[in-house]
Every structure is written in structure tokens, then in C-alpha cells.
């Protein structure tokens, strides 16, 4: 999940607040190469679970197109708007002077993806429910064309422009409304994992499943965790690490905190951490995963040895043929 404002606010239309001196400078190219590490560690690794999804025929289906929509949301803002965010702020400074408007533009294409990231993942916690409540009705509600609507539809409300209590509205959809359906459902899921495992261990009368519905069932479960996992890390970066802690220093040090811009970068980058650590959470937490990836990073390795090995071998020289196999002639 994530939580940019669609208004122009942010720190990137402050421009005057950073008149910075030369300590204050160096501590931004502190926060500028920080920012850009987690860009790109969250590069590779949403684009080796992408590579590991799409590439099997079975991890590609059913709730894997949804996940597929989260990740590559999440490779589109490590790929491309947190580099262009830090590098407005910073390049403001170093190297060049930053077009007046462009922060209306940054901040829509912004709001446009994470409007469809947010809403991606509503529409994976539905799934999830779908899955575990309904799982007769499973198939019809996770095939690639409902995802592929559902996500379609969250592209084309993103097109509108925002202004004045329109945009209050489509902010708390975009985010808070998404965040809420996620969180709800998160703990009807855990409250039904729950309460199945609780009459089980208990011996409860209920049909024994087959040896195939077992292994659906254990995969379903395997991405409900992860779901639970991913959002309560959300949860973290988002209120605890940066919501909570910008009102309590506006509060108790107001003078610290307008006298402190990067204070307001680093608390931002604190969102940023969720992009490249959701992949981590999904390989950590799912061993389909975790298989196809060893599976893919052996076929490679076995590939570059041959190609190395081939290269290694010279040609046979035609004129030693005789002398080669021992025929003499």
C-alpha cells in the first residue's frame, strides 16, 4: 500500500525551503544516494519475482495475475517515480534549475500508479476471501479476465485531473478505502484460518478432504499469509514509522520540524521501504517461489557453463585426422 498525497504539497514543490549550506548539502546527498539504493534493490527483486511468475505456468494463475499487478506497480515506482523525486530535489541544487509546473505532472503520473496499487491489492485481499469462503466459486471470480477489468478500471478513474473536494474524495478511495477493504478482510481471513484450525485440533466432524484439494488448500493458505505478512508490514511503514511520527514532532518540536526539511524527506523514505521489501516477503513466505527461482538460477548457471565450455573447445585440425584416430593414414 501506499500513502502519496495527490495535492501538491509534497517536498517537491518547496523549493525555497532548500537553501541549504554545505553541511546541510552533504546530509541531502546522504538522503539522496539512500533513496536511490532502495529504488534499486526494489528493482531486483520485483523484477525477479516478476521474471519467476511469468515465466511458470502454474504461479502466473488464479491469484498470481493479481500479484503480478502489486509487483509491477512496485517495479514502476522503484523504476521510475522515486528516481524522479529524489532527482528533482536534489538536482535542484547541483544540476539544473527545475521546470516550475512539472510537479503537477510528477504528482498525477505518481497518484496514477499507486491509485492502481492500492486497488490491486484490495483486489487480491477479495481473492483471498473468495478463496477461503467461496471456494467453490473460486474459479470464476480469479480468472484473467475479471483481474484484468478490475485493473483496467483502476487506470481509467486515474485519468481524472483533481481539484478542490474532488480530490479529498478520490484520495480516500485511492488510499484509505483500499487500505480498508485490505485491512478487513485480512482479519475475517485470519479470523476463518483461525477458527478452522481450532476445530480441527479439536476433531471436529468434517469431510476429509483429497489428497488434491489438500494441496489447493495449502497453497491458498500460503498466499493468504502472505497477504497478512505484507500487510501488516505496510501497516509498519506506513502509521508507524511515518504517519505516527510526523504529528508527534509537529506537535511537541513545531520549530524543529519547519526548520528541517530533510526531517520530512527521511520520513517520506520510510514509505519507500514497502516497494522493495513486498517481493521479499512473498519469496520468504511462499516455497513455489522460492523452488522456481533456484530451479530457473541452475538452468542459467548450467547454460553459462556450456556456452563457456563450448567456447573453450578448439576445432580439429582436418590434416591430423590420421594421426588422431589411430589409423595412419
Not at 517536498?11 to 539504493?37: G, M
Request: with cysteine.
Amino acid at each position: 500500500m501506499s500513502n502519496y498525497s495527490f495535492s501538491n504539497t509534497s517536498a517537491l514543490n518547496n523549493s525555497t525551503l532548500y537553501n541549504v549550506s554545505s553541511v546541510e548539502r552533504s546530509s541531502l546527498r546522504v538522503w539522496f544516494a539512500t533513496f536511490l539504493a532502495f529504488s534499486i534493490v526494489g528493482i531486483f527483486t520485483n523484477g525477479l519475482l516478476f521474471l519467476v511468475i511469468i515465466r511458470s505456468q502454474t504461479l502466473g494463475s488464479g491469484a498470481g495475475v493479481l500479484i503480478l499487478h502489486v509487483i509491477t506497480n512496485c517495479f514502476i515506482t522503484c523504476a521510475v517515480h522515486n528516481p524522479i523525486h529524489c532527482i528533482l530535489i536534489y538536482g535542484d541544487h547541483v544540476w539544473f534549475a527545475r521546470p516550475r509546473d512539472i510537479c503537477k505532472y510528477v504528482h498525477f503520473l505518481l497518484g496514477l500508479t499507486q491509485f492502481a496499487n492500492n486497488w490491486a491489492e484490495a483486489s487480491l485481499a477479495v481473492n483471498r476471501l473468495v478463496a477461503m469462503i467461496f471456494p467453490f466459486a473460486y474459479k470464476t471470480w480469479s480468472t484473467r479476465k475479471v483481474g484484468g477489468k478490475f485493473y483496467a478500471t483502476e487506470k481509467g478513474q486515474c485519468t481524472i485531473q483533481i481539484f478542490g473536494k474532488l480530490g479529498g474524495i478520490l484520495t480516500v478511495v485511492a488510499i484509505y478505502v483500499a487500505y480498508g477493504i485490505v485491512g478487513v478482510i485480512a482479519v475475517v481471513v485470519f479470523l476463518v484460518m483461525y477458527v478452522r484450525s481450532f476445530r480441527g485440533h479439536h476433531g471436529d466432524s468434517v469431510q476429509r478432504p483429497g489428497p488434491r484439494q489438500v494441496i489447493v488448500h495449502q497453497r491458498r493458505r500460503i498466499v493468504t499469509k502472505m497477504l497478512l505478512i505484507s500487510f501488516l508490514f505496510d501497516v509498519m511503514c506506513m502509521y508507524v514509522m511515518c504517519t505516527i511520527p510526523q504529528p508527534m514532532i509537529l506537535a511537541s518540536l513545531p520549530a524543529i520540524y519547519a526548520d528541517n526539511p530533510l526531517l520530512r524527506l527521511w520520513l517520506r523514505s520510510c514509505l519507500v521501504l514497502q516497494f522493495p521489501t513486498t517481493p521479499v516477503i512473498l519469496f520468504a513466505c511462499n516455497d513455489d517461489y522460492r523452488s522456481h527461482l533456484w530451479r530457473w538460477m541452475r538452468s542459467m548457471k548450467t547454460c553459462f557453463r556450456l556456452k563457456g565450455s563450448n567456447q573453450r573447445v578448439t576445432p580439429k585440425d582436418p590434416t591430423l585426422s590420421g594421426i588422431n584416430d589411430g589409423t595412419g593414414y
